[in-house]
């Protein structure tokens, strides 16, 4: 008989667990789609259609060759971006142990917004699931094992506003269009292979470094400073690599994340687009 109340108590058990990750399930899908539907909603006219080659002549020349090689004259602006990302992420600095992860990410142009929703793998059945993104000028970070359990949750500082306007104008090597003058980036020469990147959106303005490679595309974006906490900055570093031809443009399939710290560079993201989609601006 106890034996029979135990089984049936395990049961129940498993049967709630299930329900409770269902629900949690759609609630973050629920969730998701809100978010997504409120940037595309937000999203307005783009000030050209084209990319016009004569709006380049006056950058800095490692820019100049990068639109040259990455554009084509005639190119349609792009107004939003849906991508898919797989690779491994490491949570923990103190620790050499990356888990796998799968993500996609919805980016619109104008105003400049990003909704990252990732599934990162802890232990076999047990993933934590991250929303990462920038929206209407705010910032914000959640993450919830299985979506229940928050284990972070940070939003609405100016902290996390220039934290993620950063992350979009480093990505934006795979929206390339955005990146032009007439969209809203002024650039400033720094050497032969390299030149700053700034961009504002309402009262958030930040300021990134790319550097170029000898085949005239981006090769490396760096922030001398970047929120990692409401108090806390660290000098950022991204790689990317593995250019390819989509939509006639050439966009990087590879990219690497770290931060560099007093003590060395803590890389945590290594990932790799599976597919991207584009919607250009309508002739």
């Given at each position: 008989m106890a034996l029979a109340y135990f089984l049936v108590a395990v049961v129940s058990l498993v049967a709630a667990t299930a329900v409770a990750v269902l629900l949690g399930r759609r609630r973050w899908q629920r969730a998701s789609l809100v978010r997504r539907e409120t940037m595309q909603a937000a999203c307005l006219p783009l000030p050209r259609k084209f990319y016009d080659p004569g709006e380049i002549e006056v950058l800095p020349t490692p820019v100049k060759r990068y639109f040259e090689t990455a554009l084509q004259a005639g190119q349609a602006m792009v107004a939003t971006v849906r991508f898919s990302q797989q690779g491994q992420f490491r949570l923990n600095e103190k620790k050499n142990i990356w888990q796998p992860f799968h993500a996609s990410q919805f980016v619109t142009m104008q105003p400049p917004g990003f909704d990252w929703d990732a599934r990162i793998r802890m232990a076999p059945g047990v993933d934590v699931w991250v929303h990462d993104s920038y929206l209407l000028g705010a910032g914000s970070l959640r993450a919830a094992v299985l979506g229940l359990v928050t284990v972070a949750d940070v939003r609405d500082t100016a902290a996390s506003a220039r934290g993620e306007l950063m992350r979009y104008l480093a990505?934006?090597?795979?929206?390339?269009?955005?990146?032009?003058?007439?969209?809203?980036?002024?650039?400033?020469?720094?050497?032969?292979?390299?030149?700053?990147?700034?961009?504002?959106?309402?009262?958030?303005?930040?300021?990134?470094?790319f550097r170029f490679g000898t085949d005239?595309?981006?090769?490396?974006?760096?922030?001398?400073?970047?929120?990692?906490?409401?108090?806390?900055?660290?000098?950022?570093?991204?790689?990317?690599?593995?250019?390819?031809?989509?939509?006639?443009?050439?966009?990087?399939?590879?990219?690497?994340?770290?931060?560099?710290?007093?003590?060395g560079p803590a890389p945590y993201f290594k990932?790799?687009?599976v597919d991207i989609e584009y919607e250009f601006v309508s002739r």
């Open positions: 990505e934006a090597a795979w929206y390339p269009t955005a990146l032009l003058p007439s969209q809203g980036v002024r650039w400033d020469s720094i050497d032969d292979s390299s030149a700053r990147a700034t961009l504002s959106d309402g009262t958030t303005t930040v300021s990134l470094d005239g595309l981006i090769a490396t974006v760096w922030a001398a400073s970047r929120p990692r906490t409401a108090t806390e900055s660290a000098a950022w570093l991204c790689r990317i690599s593995s250019y390819e031809l989509r939509a006639g443009m050439r966009v990087p399939v590879l990219g690497e994340v770290e931060w560099e710290l007093p003590g990932g790799h687009v």
